[in-house]
């Protein structure tokens, strides 16, 4: 009885879906890509105060310090710039992790989730393939190095020999 009650039953609580409206989307893309534009021009920002903090802190190492008060100086400048690259670095680190979020939910809206983690994964496979392919070229010639070794050995031998009996 279960079974043709369930199959033949009379469904009045079936929940219809929604449907959404192109303009939330469209709302939500535009608000998202302005985000995302907004926190690209802070990386900017930011990667070109490290940049400058960096600058600050190679000056203050390689100055010369002629008395005491500038070594205190010196230590004084670099470690500001030192706490300030810092600082701005953990910026840069929150600014990406925003933005890859951003940059998903985005993707997650316009149906590019699919291409991009396809790309990700192509990205990896050849990079994976291409140091695969370098460290065995690597360890070949290692290899071959080895072996042909006691041939150039011999080679060398065989010439230092010849040169002796042609000087006496």
């Known amino acids: 009885m279960d079974l043709r009650d369930f199959l033949f039953k009379n469904r009045n609580n079936i929940v219809k879906l929604a449907k959404l409206e192109r303009r939330e989307i469209a709302y939500s893309v535009e608000d998202i890509t302005e985000k995302l534009e907004n926190i690209e021009k802070e990386i900017q920002i930011t990667t070109q105060e490290i940049f400058q903090a960096q600058i600050v802190r190679f000056r203050s190492i390689f100055t010369r310090?002629?008395?005491?008060?500038?070594?205190?100086?010196?230590?004084i400048v670099e470690s500001t710039a030192n706490t300030s690259s810092q600082w701005h670095q953990k910026q840069l680190i929150l600014l990406n992790h925003q933005r890859r979020n951003l940059q998903i939910e985005l993707d997650r809206l316009t149906g590019r989730t699919w291409h991009r983690r396809i790309?990700?994964?192509i990205r990896i496979i050849s990079l994976s393939f291409i140091i695969l392919f370098?460290?065995?070229?690597?360890?070949?010639?290692?290899?071959?190095?080895?072996?042909?070794?006691?041939?150039?050995a011999m080679l060398i031998l065989g010439f230092i020999l010849i040169k002796k009996i042609n000087i006496n």
Do not use: Q, V
Request: proline residues 3%; aromatic residues 16%.
């Open 65 to 75: 310090e002629s008395n005491l008060i500038d070594g205190f100086k010196r230590k």
């Open 119 to 121: 790309n990700t994964w």
């Open 134 to 152: 370098s460290f065995s070229l690597i360890i070949m010639g290692l290899l071959t190095a080895l072996y042909l070794l006691p041939i150039f």
